[in-house]
């Protein structure tokens, strides 16, 4: 080992020596890049078979606090970018990696990220292929920003996009709602808030082939993450031109979920999640769905909250548990800042 000093300075930005050995000794010696050229050179069975396409992703995470029970800033850039196009129906492959670190970082902690990332990655079956380190004076980050791309294949005839999904339509989720949000909120500490409660941070690639597998007619999936399942349902109501009707009496919602948000005035449905989806199938194929999404560990919870109606178009309301309607619309602005 030849990295000296437990923190990074702006010398391991710098382009020399230092940078590589930060690079090697944390990043490359985990990672395993094929090679150490400045590009990565993507080969695959899968890329040969008439009609396959490959969808490709990036997302940008910050999160503060960086570690929170559950998992860190690592977990959430590898999952995150895994189930974009998982949702989509492709099979994650490849992933590049790109951080930005403040100056004073501990190394000790870009090494546990560094892990966290690796052990996700191998669980999803995908390879982190390529990155990029970046060193920022004091002040001009917040310890640590990630930022992946995920390149995967889609196979012949598969095709989930919202644009298909029609009335009659069943929505099922995978688990519990609002966890992250809710663990990220208390593990900040600034409302004095204590919760055993920890991030549903998964990657969700298996559930949806097992999904595809059971129910091959599905018509779209989309990760609740940032604006909650609200959001994504809102999303999808818009691009398919349907109404989304849900039923406040199924929706599953932890006790201490539902606590956190009477507390503080906020709606469970709009708080982030990591490890949930919601996707829509044709209604007789839902019990195989639902049966499916249940054999897998991220699926346990699976659970149906509603279905696609023709009217009101683009919008998605919500039967309430007193027997009313109201319209669940997009997040206006956000309820908590920095959370993926």
Excluded at 174 to 195: E, F, P, Q
């Amino acid at each position: 080992m030849v990295l000296r000093g437990d923190r990074v300075t702006l010398a391991h930005g710098g382009g020399g020596r230092a940078m590589r050995d930060l690079i090697e000794e944390v990043f490359t010696d985990s990672f395993e890049p094929a090679s150490m050229e400045d590009q990565a050179r993507l080969e695959a069975a899968a890329l040969a078979e008439p009609g396959a396409r490959l969808a490709f992703t990036t997302d940008s995470f910050v999160v503060s606090p960086v570690e929170f029970p559950g998992g860190d800033i690592g977990s959430l850039a590898i999952n995150g970018t895994v189930n974009d196009l998982a949702v989509g129906g492709a099979t994650p492959l490849w992933l590049s990696a790109a951080f930005i670190i403040e100056e004073g970082t501990e190394i000790a902690l870009l090494r546990r990220v560094v892990a966290t990332m690796k052990a996700e990655a191998d669980r999803a079956g995908v390879k982190i292929v390529t990155g990029d380190t970046k060193v920022v004076g004091r002040g001009a980050a917040d310890t640590l920003f990630v930022t992946t791309s995920g390149v995967g294949v889609i196979p012949p005839g598969r095709d989930l996009a919202a644009t298909r999904i029609a009335p009659g339509d069943v929505a099922i989720v995978n688990g519990v709602l609002g966890d992250h949000g809710a663990c990220i909120l208390a593990a900040r500490g600034d409302l004095a808030l204590t919760s055993d409660l920890q991030s549903d941070c998964a990657g969700l690639g298996h559930l949806m082939e097992a999904v595809l597998a059971a129910a091959p007619g599905a018509k779209a999936a989309r990760d609740c993450t940032r604006g909650g399942l609200a959001s994504a349902l809102n999303e999808m109501a818009e691009a398919a031109g349907v109404g989304i009707e849900i039923d406040e009496a199924v929706l599953p919602l932890r006790a201490e979920v539902k606590g956190t948000c009477e507390i503080l005035g906020l709606d469970p449905l709009y708080l982030a999640n990591e490890g949930r989806l919601v996707v829509f199938v044709p209604e007789d194929q839902a019990e195989a769905a639902l049966a499916a999404m249940r054999a897998v560990d991220t699926g346990a919870g699976a659970t149906i909250i509603g279905w696609a109606i023709a009217e009101p178009a683009g919008l998605v309301t919500m039967r309430t548990l007193f027997g009313g309607t109201r319209i669940v619309d997009m997040l206006v602005g956000e309820q908590l800042p920095r959370i993926c």
